[in-house]
Nanobody, 120 residues
């Protein structure tokens, strides 16, 4: 099984920056996709950014060029650099891993979340 731990959240002012980190333990496969999702009370969980094993990236609609996702060289760590933060970026941010072992169904893992609060 894969376990994920997020860190790096905190309180920042509008226009500030934060970098979130995720560390995975357990087997991470070459077909794995890691990503960041965020959620606020009363809203659906939103995809923020995704990164493949080889470093290819994709972004959701919300970051609009302000965020950058990356994956460590060991493929078990992931970071989200967030710049020009705005109050509507306030959310709990979750680390996610999706992968598939041979002859088995897709596996989906989630971290516990890290709080990001952007003050007005």
């Amino acid at each position: 099984q894969v376990q994920l731990v997020e860190s790096g959240g905190g309180l920042v002012q509008t226009g500030g920056s934060l970098t979130l980190s995720c560390v995975a333990s357990g087997p991470i496969l070459s077909n794995s996709v890691m990503g960041w999702y965020r959620q606020t009370p009363g809203r659906q969980r939103e995809m923020v950014a995704l990164v493949t094993y080889d470093g290819s990236t994709a972004y959701g609609d919300s970051p609009k060029g302000r965020f950058r996702i990356s994956r460590g060289s060991d493929k078990t760590t992931m970071a989200l650099q967030m710049n020009s933060l705005q109050p509507d970026d306030t959310a709990v941010y979750f680390c996610n891993v999706r992968q598939r072992r041979p002859n088995r169904s897709e596996e989906d893992y989630w971290g516990q979340g890290t709080q990001v609060t952007v003050s007005s």
